[in-house]
């Protein structure tokens, strides 16, 4: 059976907000998390993500860095989600992904369900955080081929976005 990944790319995400957006939106739990890594440029050492105090800062003047969770709630609880973070001097861009059985699995009426929770989680993090654009769509989603959807500054509602990305 192919596995293939589901990705949701943050684009151009204000380096300012990052803070607030994993302590407060993310609220990630220290006991989910599988494996980090993160390269302090300061110390010139490699840390993991609890070392971190802030995320600003680790990625100034720019950086990257990945977090593994057993699971994370993005409207709906997902198992095994990788979380990507490369940032330039002020911008950068989040790609969240995960196993796409954790959407595409049980009944239609369930994705559907799992679907709207995760479209009304990334429009409220989209408006909240003035992101321009979010790309979903198999790994990797920035290829046009492989993206699903992409919700811009056009404005849709979240059953026309679920309905492209369910097809």
């Known amino acids: 059976m192919n596995l293939e990944s589901l990705e949701i790319i943050l684009i151009d995400f204000n380096k300012n907000n990052l803070d607030q957006f994993i302590k407060n939106d993310l609220n990630i739990q220290v006991d989910r998390i599988k494996s980090s890594h993160f390269y302090d440029n300061r110390s010139e050492n490699d840390i993991e993500f609890q070392q971190i105090e802030s995320f600003?800062?680790?990625f100034s003047p720019k950086g990257s860095g990945n977090l593994l969770l057993s699971e994370l709630s993005l409207g709906h609880t997902f198992n095994d989600v990788m979380i990507v973070f490369s940032f330039?001097?002020?911008f950068g861009d989040l790609v969240i992904n995960f196993p796409e059985e954790e959407l595409?699995?049980?009944e239609n009426s369930e994705t559907k369900l799992k679907a709207q929770k995760l479209i009304e989680y990334i429009l409220d993090t989209k408006n909240k955080y003035s992101i321009e654009k979010v790309r979903i769509g198999y790994e990797p989603a920035m290829d046009d081929d492989?993206?699903?959807v992409e919700?811009?500054?056009e404005t849709m509602d979240t059953n026309s976005i679920v309905a492209k990305l369910l097809g």
Request: some cysteine; charged content about 40%.
């Open 56 to 58: 600003e800062e680790i």
């Open 88 to 90: 330039d001097e002020e």
């Open 104 to 106: 595409f699995s049980g």
């Open 146 to 148: 492989t993206c699903l």
């Open 151 to 153: 919700i811009n500054k």
